[in-house]
């Protein structure tokens, strides 16, 4: 950048420079489309059992894939999802490893990992260290220990703390009250 016949230092801007004869002028409004935009799918992964995909999906919307890859009517955008337990932690590293050594199926992109609080309260700090280094190479979304769903009612909506995910995802943040997701076929004589 020439100022005064002196170099000066380069300067990076964002967005559109518009120095022409009508700067300083309002643009004319952009035309919005009348197609509305509808929230990104996605495949949830679990890097091992019991790592809450069923439930994520069931809060969040997306595929549940189990612990299997996406098959190819499934959405290629891949959340791995992992407990904050040691061997949670330990399987998610390892998962995301593998994506990044190229051994995923082609066509995958991962876009985050998801921990699932695996108690109520503050990590060890053994455990937040771990995170922070997931946190380090990957986006990390965090969903705290919700009581409700470990009784099975689901039919709260996703904590407030998950905003950035619920705005990932597209979910929901105040659903009408679906039908329990996890009927107990033979209730306790005491609960009539």
């Known amino acids: 950048m020439q100022t005064g016949g002196r170099r000066g230092p380069e300067i990076w801007l964002r967005g559109p420079v518009d120095d022409g004869p009508r700067a ?5 409004p952009e035309r ?5 935009a509808s929230p990104r799918r996605f495949s949830w992964v679990a890097t091992h059992g019991g790592a809450g995909v069923t439930t994520l999906t069931t809060v969040y919307g997306g595929q549940d894939c189990g612990r299997d890859w996406p098959g ?12 904050t337990h040691a061997a949670g932690l330990a399987s998610v590293s390892r998962a995301v490893e593998m994506f990044r050594r190229g051994a995923a199926p082609a066509g ?6 998801v921990l699932v609080a695996d108690a109520p309260g503050r990590l060890p700090r053994q455990l ?3 995170v922070r280094a997931v946190e380090s190479v990957i986006d990390v979304y965090r969903v705290p220990w919700v009581q ?13 703390e998950t905003e950035a995910l619920v705005r990932l995802t597209g979910a929901d943040r105040h659903p009408h009250s679906p ?14």
């Open 128 to 130: 937040a260290a771990h």
């Open 148 to 160: 409700a769903w470990r009784l099975g009612d689901l039919s709260g909506g996703p904590p407030r």
């Open 24 to 28: 300083g002028t309002p643009a004319a």
């Open 32 to 36: 919005v489309s009348s197609i509305p």
């Open 72 to 83: 190819p009517e499934d959405p290629p955008s891949v959340l791995f999802v992992a407990r």
């Open 108 to 113: 995958l992109d991962l876009d985050a990992v």
């Open 179 to 192: 039908p329990h997701p996890y009927p107990h076929p033979h209730p306790h004589p005491m609960d009539k």
